[in-house]
């Protein structure tokens, strides 16, 4: 009875050993890398981590003028759910901020500028890939 016991615990062992790598990854280094594009062609890159929640501003590239920014700035991660993630970015040399909603399940997000003294500024909207 022992000697059953003791292949159950190996037989089981090697099955979850088999199974951890296909299951790990995904869990612990769940992360996308969006290429986001606005009504007017500016192009925004983010890599947003589902676990645990992060949202890292990549690059911008407005292709009106061909203007480009490497940014690599984290965003504020103010509220997450399954399907939604909300950042905030202040930016203090400009007096903005940013409100940005993200729709991880429409892979689309919405973003708010607001100015220090309470003005609005533009309301963007973008669909990802």
Same mark, same amino acid.
């Given at each position: 009875?022992? &000697?059953?016991? !003791? +292949? $159950? @615990?190996?037989?089981?062992?090697?099955?979850?050993?088999?199974?951890?790598?296909?299951?790990?990854?995904? !869990?612990i280094n769940a %992360?996308?890398?969006?290429? /986001? #594009?606005? =009504?007017?062609?500016?192009?925004?890159? $983010? @890599?947003?981590? &589902?676990?645990?929640?992060?949202?890292?501003?990549?690059?911008?590239?407005? %292709? @009106?003028?061909? +203007? !480009?920014?490497?940014?690599?700035?984290?965003?504020?991660?103010?509220?997450?759910?399954?399907?939604?993630?909300?950042?905030?970015?202040?930016?203090?040399? =400009? #007096?903005?901020?940013?409100? +940005?909603? $993200?729709?991880?399940?429409? @892979?689309?997000?919405? %973003?708010? #500028?607001?100015?220090? +003294?309470? %003005? #609005?500024?533009?309301?963007?909207?973008? !669909? /990802?890939?």
């Open positions: 009875m022992l &000697t059953l016991l !003791k +292949d $159950f @615990k190996l037989r089981s062992l090697g099955v979850i050993l088999l199974v951890i790598p296909f299951i790990s990854p995904q !869990k %992360s996308n890398y969006w290429t /986001c #594009e606005n =009504e007017d062609g500016f192009v925004s890159v $983010f @890599k947003i981590n &589902t676990n645990p929640v992060s949202v890292t501003h990549i690059s911008s590239y407005d %292709s @009106k003028n061909g +203007d !480009k920014w490497s940014v690599n700035q984290p965003l504020q991660v103010v509220f997450s759910n399954r399907n939604i993630v909300s950042t905030v970015d202040v930016i203090v040399d =400009e #007096e903005r901020i940013y409100l +940005d909603i $993200f729709n991880l399940q429409r @892979k689309s997000f919405i %973003s708010r #500028e607001t100015f220090f +003294d309470g %003005s #609005e500024g533009i309301i963007q909207n973008y !669909k /990802c890939q």
